[in-house]
Nanobody, 124 residues
């Protein structure tokens, strides 16, 4: 799998950003793509996952109501719209992909590969 992530950057508290992840190389039309984030002193957190087939979506409690994940299957691209960003959202955001279910990927961290990530910094 090959990943192209984009859209990170610096934003003030309360602002918005959209990050995108395009994955190529799937051998099946059924796959799951997730967004995770990493903060050096806090480890890794699953932010949101979505699959290519149905409406099954996972959000971490910390982002519910603020972040929205969406997909464009024709482009094998997943977007993460992040609103009302706060300093605690600062992290390296990276996408993951594989054949696991949304729950297995986001709750049990079952993914096959991940991208390099894009930095999101929320600061005034």
């Amino acid at each position: 799998l090959q990943f192209v992530e984009s859209g990170g950057g610096l934003v003030q508290p309360g602002g918005s950003l959209r990050v995108s992840c395009t994955v190529s190389g799937f051998t099946s039309p059924y796959y799951t793509i997730g967004w995770f984030r990493q903060v050096p002193e806090k480890g890794h957190e699953a932010v949101s996952c979505i699959n290519s087939r149905d409406r099954d979506i996972y959000y971490a409690d910390s982002v519910k109501g603020r972040f929205t994940i969406s997909r464009d299957n024709a482009k094998t691209t997943v977007y993460l719209q992040m609103n009302s960003l706060q300093p605690e959202d600062t992290a390296l955001y990276y996408c993951t992909a594989g054949g696991a279910s949304v729950r297995d990927m986001c709750v049990h961290f079952e993914y096959e590969q991940r991208g390099q990530g894009t930095q999101v910094t929320v600061s005034s």
